[in-house]
C-alpha cells in the first residue's frame, strides 16, 4: 500500500473530522466574502454571514449524514431565498457539494428527491431574479440554464463515482465471503477427516482389542486343562496383535510427511535394518480391505472361538474400493459385537447377498446380545450408518425373531459394474468347521 493509499484509507476511517475542517475551511474563504447580490453596493451585513454559516456548516455530517446534511443545505438555501437574499456568491456553490455527497453516500430515493430538489431551485431562483428586477428574464432564464447544467454535470459525475463505489464494495463483500466460504470448507474438510479417521480407528482398535481379550481369557481359564488351547489362544493373539500393527501403520502412513515416513532423520523401521525397512514399505503400500477379504475375516474369527459361517448369494461384481472397505468394516464390526456382547458359543451367520443394482450384508447370531442394556458408550452402530450413508446406503440392526441380533447393510451398485474376477458366479456357501474350544466372552456391556 502506497503513501496515497495510506492517506486515503485514514480520510475515509475520520470523516466527520475531515469533513468538519474542510466546512471551516470553506466558511472562512467562501462565507466570509460572500456578496449580496441583491444589494450589490452595500457593505456585507450579519443576515449575509448567517446565510453562508447555515449554508455551508452542515457540510460537516456530508458523509456521515448525508440525507440530514443535504436536507439542511437545501433548506438555508431556500429560506435565504424566499427571505430576500435571492444569491449568496460563492457561498451559495456549496449546494452542488450537498447533492454530490448524496448522491454518493446517500440511498437511492435520496439522490433522486436531491436533483429533484436542485431542479425546483433553480426555477426559484430564475423567478426571484426577475421578480427582484437584477435581471431581466432573457438573462435570468441564461443564469437558470446555467445553474441547471451545473447541476447535472455534478449529478452525472457522481453516478459515476456512486457506481464505482458499489462496484469497489461488492468486489470487497465477495472477497470476504470467499474468505469466510474457505474458512468453512476447511473446517468442514478438517471434522469429516477426523470423523473419518476416528471411525478407522475404532475399526481397527475395537475389533483387535475384542479378539485378544477373548483369547486371553480363555486361555487363562483352559491353561490349566489343555495347554496346548492356551498356546493357540497366545498365538492367535500375536497374530491379532501384527494384523492391527499393520493396519495403523498403514492408517497413520498417510498423516505423515516425507520428512516423517521410513528412511528420514527421525528413528523409525529404517532404523532396524533393510527387512524391517521393506517390512513397512509394504504394510504402509497394502490395499485396503474389501469384500473379497470377507472370508479371510470369517476365517479370522473362527480361529477365536465363533462358530461362524459365511454365505454369499447371487453372482458377485466389483466394487469401488471404498464401497469394498465399508461392507468389509460393517462386517468386521458387527462380528466384533457378537463376540463381546452374544454370549458363549454363538452361531453366526455371515450372508452377502448380491442383488441386480445393491449388495446386501446380513450378520446374524443367537445370542443374548440384544438383551444388552446400553451404557452409550459404544461408536460402532453409529460408524455403521455413517459408512453407509457416504455411499447412500443404509444399515438396520436390532433383535431378530426367536433370539438372537441382526445387521444388515445395503449399499446400491452401479448397474453396469463388472464382474469380480476373482468370485465365482454361482452362489456358494461355506459352512463353519468345527470350532476350537470356546473361549469364554463378556456377556455383558453395551453393543457397540
Same mark, same amino acid.
Given at each position: 500500500?502506497?503513501?496515497?493509499?495510506?492517506?486515503?484509507?485514514?480520510?475515509?476511517?475520520?470523516?466527520?473530522?475531515?469533513?468538519?475542517?474542510?466546512?471551516?475551511?470553506?466558511?472562512?474563504?467562501?462565507?466570509?466574502?460572500?456578496?449580496?447580490?441583491?444589494?450589490?453596493?452595500?457593505?456585507?451585513?450579519?443576515?449575509?454571514?448567517?446565510?453562508?454559516?447555515?449554508?455551508?456548516?452542515?457540510?460537516?455530517?456530508?458523509?456521515?449524514?448525508?440525507?440530514?446534511?443535504?436536507?439542511?443545505?437545501?433548506?438555508?438555501?431556500?429560506?435565504?431565498?424566499?427571505?430576500?437574499?435571492?444569491?449568496?456568491?460563492?457561498?451559495?456553490?456549496?449546494?452542488?457539494?450537498?447533492?454530490?455527497?448524496?448522491?454518493?453516500?446517500?440511498?437511492?430515493?435520496?439522490?433522486?428527491?436531491?436533483?429533484?430538489?436542485?431542479?425546483?431551485?433553480?426555477?426559484?431562483?430564475?423567478?426571484?431574479?426577475?421578480?427582484?428586477?437584477?435581471?431581466?428574464?432573457?438573462?435570468?432564464?441564461?443564469?437558470?440554464?446555467?445553474?441547471?447544467?451545473?447541476?447535472?454535470?455534478?449529478?452525472?459525475?457522481?453516478?459515476?463515482?456512486?457506481?464505482?463505489?458499489?462496484?469497489?464494495?461488492?468486489?470487497?463483500?465477495?472477497?470476504?465471503?470467499?474468505?469466510?466460504?474457505?474458512?468453512?470448507?476447511?473446517?468442514?474438510?478438517?471434522?469429516?477427516?477426523?470423523?473419518?479417521?476416528?471411525?478407522?480407528?475404532?475399526?481397527?482398535?475395537?475389533?483387535?482389542?475384542?479378539?485378544?481379550?477373548?483369547? @486371553? &481369557?480363555? #486361555?487363562?481359564? =483352559? +491353561? *490349566?486343562?489343555?495347554? %496346548? !488351547? $492356551? /498356546?493357540?489362544?497366545?498365538?492367535?493373539?500375536?497374530?491379532?496383535?501384527?494384523?492391527?500393527?499393520?493396519?495403523?501403520?498403514?492408517?497413520?502412513?498417510?498423516?505423515?510427511?516425507?520428512?516423517?515416513?521410513?528412511?528420514?532423520?527421525?528413528?523409525?523401521? @529404517? &532404523?532396524? #535394518?533393510?527387512? =524391517? +525397512? *521393506?517390512?513397512?514399505? %509394504? !504394510? $504402509? /503400500?497394502?490395499?485396503?480391505?474389501?469384500?473379497?477379504?470377507?472370508?479371510?475375516?470369517?476365517?479370522?474369527?473362527?480361529?477365536?472361538?465363533?462358530?461362524?459361517?459365511?454365505?454369499?448369494?447371487?453372482?458377485?461384481?466389483?466394487?469401488?474400493?471404498?464401497?469394498?472397505?465399508?461392507?468389509?468394516?460393517? +462386517?468386521?464390526?458387527?462380528?466384533?459385537?457378537?463376540?463381546?456382547?452374544?454370549?458363549?458359543?454363538?452361531?453366526?451367520?455371515?450372508?452377502?447377498?448380491?442383488?441386480?443394482?445393491?449388495?446386501?450384508?446380513?450378520?446374524?447370531?443367537?445370542?443374548?446380545?440384544?438383551?444388552?442394556?446400553?451404557?452409550?458408550?459404544?461408536?460402532?452402530?453409529?460408524?455403521?450408518?455413517?459408512?453407509?450413508?457416504?455411499?447412500?446406503?443404509?444399515?438396520?440392526?436390532?433383535?431378530?425373531?426367536?433370539?438372537?441380533?441382526?445387521?444388515?447393510?445395503?449399499?446400491?451398485?452401479?448397474?453396469?459394474?463388472?464382474?469380480?474376477?476373482?468370485?465365482?458366479?454361482?452362489?456358494?456357501?461355506?459352512?463353519?468347521?468345527?470350532?476350537?474350544?470356546?473361549?469364554?466372552?463378556?456377556?455383558?456391556?453395551?453393543?457397540?
Amino acid at each position: 500500500m502506497t503513501w496515497w493509499d495510506r492517506m486515503l484509507r485514514w480520510e475515509d476511517d475520520h470523516r466527520f473530522a475531515v469533513d468538519s475542517v474542510g466546512a471551516a475551511l470553506l466558511w472562512l474563504v467562501m462565507g466570509t466574502i460572500a456578496i449580496d447580490m441583491s444589494a450589490p453596493g452595500e457593505p456585507m451585513s450579519n443576515a449575509t454571514r448567517l446565510a453562508a454559516l447555515a449554508v455551508i456548516g452542515p457540510l460537516a455530517w456530508r458523509r456521515v449524514r448525508p440525507v440530514a446534511s443535504a436536507a439542511a443545505v437545501y433548506a438555508a438555501a431556500l429560506a435565504h431565498m424566499l427571505l430576500g437574499i435571492p444569491l449568496l456568491f460563492p457561498a451559495d456553490l456549496v449546494v452542488l457539494v450537498a447533492l454530490y455527497s448524496l448522491t454518493v453516500h446517500g440511498p437511492r430515493w435520496a439522490y433522486r428527491v436531491g436533483m429533484a430538489g436542485a431542479a425546483v431551485g433553480t426555477l426559484l431562483l430564475a423567478v426571484l431574479l426577475t421578480t427582484d428586477g437584477a435581471f431581466y428574464w432573457p438573462a435570468a432564464i441564461v443564469v437558470g440554464v446555467l445553474v441547471g447544467s451545473m447541476f447535472l454535470a455534478v449529478f452525472a459525475f457522481a453516478l459515476v463515482r456512486r457506481s464505482r463505489r458499489e462496484h469497489l464494495e461488492a468486489l470487497v463483500d465477495r472477497a470476504e465471503r470467499l474468505e469466510v466460504e474457505r474458512d468453512q470448507q476447511a473446517v468442514i474438510g478438517a471434522a469429516a477427516e477426523r470423523a473419518r479417521i476416528a471411525r478407522e480407528m475404532h475399526d481397527i482398535v475395537a475389533h483387535s482389542l475384542t479378539v485378544m481379550i477373548a483369547q @486371553a &481369557d480363555g #486361555g487363562r481359564y =483352559a +491353561a *490349566a486343562a489343555d495347554p %496346548a !488351547a $492356551a /498356546t493357540r489362544a497366545l498365538g492367535t493373539i500375536a497374530e491379532t496383535g501384527r494384523a492391527a500393527l499393520t493396519d495403523m501403520r498403514r492408517l497413520l502412513g498417510v498423516l505423515r510427511t516425507d520428512a516423517d515416513r521410513p528412511g528420514g532423520s527421525a528413528a523409525g523401521p @529404517a &532404523d532396524a #535394518g533393510p527387512a =524391517a +525397512a *521393506a517390512g513397512a514399505g %509394504a !504394510a $504402509a /503400500t497394502a490395499p485396503q480391505p474389501a469384500v473379497e477379504d470377507l472370508e479371510t475375516l470369517v476365517a479370522h474369527m473362527r480361529t477365536s472361538g465363533m462358530r461362524v459361517s459365511l454365505v454369499r448369494l447371487g453372482a458377485p461384481r466389483h466394487l469401488p474400493p471404498g464401497a469394498g472397505l465399508t461392507v468389509y468394516r460393517i +462386517a468386521q464390526e458387527s462380528l466384533t459385537n457378537v463376540l463381546k456382547h452374544a454370549g458363549p458359543d454363538p452361531s453366526v451367520t455371515v450372508m452377502l447377498q448380491w442383488l441386480p443394482d445393491a449388495v446386501r450384508l446380513e450378520v446374524s447370531d443367537d445370542g443374548r446380545g440384544a438383551a444388552a442394556d446400553s451404557d452409550g458408550l459404544g461408536q460402532g452402530l453409529v460408524g455403521m450408518r455413517e459408512r453407509a450413508a457416504m455411499f447412500g446406503g443404509t444399515v438396520t440392526a436390532g433383535p431378530r425373531p426367536g433370539g438372537g441380533f441382526r445387521v444388515r447393510a445395503e449399499l446400491p451398485t452401479p448397474s453396469s459394474a463388472r464382474p469380480s474376477a476373482s468370485a465365482s458366479p454361482a452362489p456358494s456357501a461355506f459352512a463353519a468347521p468345527p470350532p476350537t474350544p470356546p473361549s469364554p466372552t463378556n456377556p455383558e456391556g453395551p453393543l457397540a
